[in-house]
């Protein structure tokens, strides 16, 4: 079964620094990956979609890469600010029986950014 | 404004009772997923659909019951056999397509049992 695994479950920066989350799972076998970001609270915002074809995303200060062989991914925050801190996910999508498809969740790092 | 809607945004239930939970989305998407999210845990999916009138179990499908009569809602039940419903519930939905497919939240119902 997969398993998604986020370390460190916490995080704390000061403001302006670049920082590295990162993401692993076990079964290579995945057709995407997504990262979210969560505020206390609040639902899942979608950050960023790399599918099992690519290597990396890049969305303003945002940057995801993905290395299926290995079962890594990282996400990139450059300049960080106070507004960046939340929660932030990551979850695959793995073929759960014919057509069906879902996406299994890491428990998230909590991101504090230091003004 | 394209997105999704879940209500209410808090709810209270006594002991022994039924609640639903409303999800309703305009972005014409096929699949609705509902979760739940508890302190110190992952998402956990509850039931999904990828079409009108069929749904599936998730891993923790055991107490709640769901339907889809129309595209857009994906309403979710929870019976008085779940024994533990005090969580945070969240509502997807996206595409079918296999790679692409980007899900898509709402913003939450959190449920407390009196």
């Known amino acids: 079964k997969q398993e998604v695994t986020q370390i460190p479950a916490a995080l704390s920066v000061p403001e302006g620094e670049n920082l590295v989350l990162n993401c692993s799972f076990t079964?290579?076998?995945?057709?995407?990956l997504q990262w979210f970001r969560q505020d206390p609270g609040k639902g899942l915002t979608s950050l960023l979609l790399?599918?099992?074809?690519?290597r990396e995303q890049t969305s303003g200060r945002l940057n995801a890469s993905l290395d299926k062989s290995s079962g890594r991914s990282t996400l990139y925050i450059a300049a960080s600010q106070p507004g960046d801190s939340a929660t932030y996910l990551c979850?695959?999508?793995?073929?759960?029986?014919?057509?069906?498809?879902?996406?299994?969740f890491g428990k998230g790092t909590k991101l504090s950014v230091i003004p | 404004d394209g997105g999704i809607t879940q209500s209410p945004k808090y709810l209270f239930r006594k002991e022994g009772q039924n609640v639903t939970l409303s999800c309703e989305q305009n972005?014409?998407?096929?699949?609705m997923y509902w979760y739940r999210q508890d302190p110190g845990q992952g998402l956990r999916l509850i039931y999904y659909?990828?079409?009108?009138?069929?749904?599936q179990k998730g891993d923790i499908a055991e107490g709640y019951s769901v339907s889809r009569e129309k595209k857009e809602s994906f309403p979710l039940t929870v019976t008085s056999a779940q024994k533990n419903p005090t969580a945070f519930y969240l509502c997807?939905?996206?595409?079918?397509?296999?790679?692409?497919?980007?899900?898509?939240f709402g913003p939450g119902t959190r449920l407390t049992v009196l």
């Open positions: 790399i599918q099992s074809s690519q």
């Open positions: 079964d290579s076998a995945i057709y995407n």
């Open positions: 997807a939905s996206s595409f079918l397509h296999r790679e692409a497919g980007e899900q898509f």
């Open positions: 972005l014409n998407h096929d699949a």
């Open positions: 659909s990828q079409i009108v009138n069929d749904f």
């Open positions: 979850a695959v999508k793995v073929r759960t029986g014919a057509g069906s498809y879902q996406l299994t």
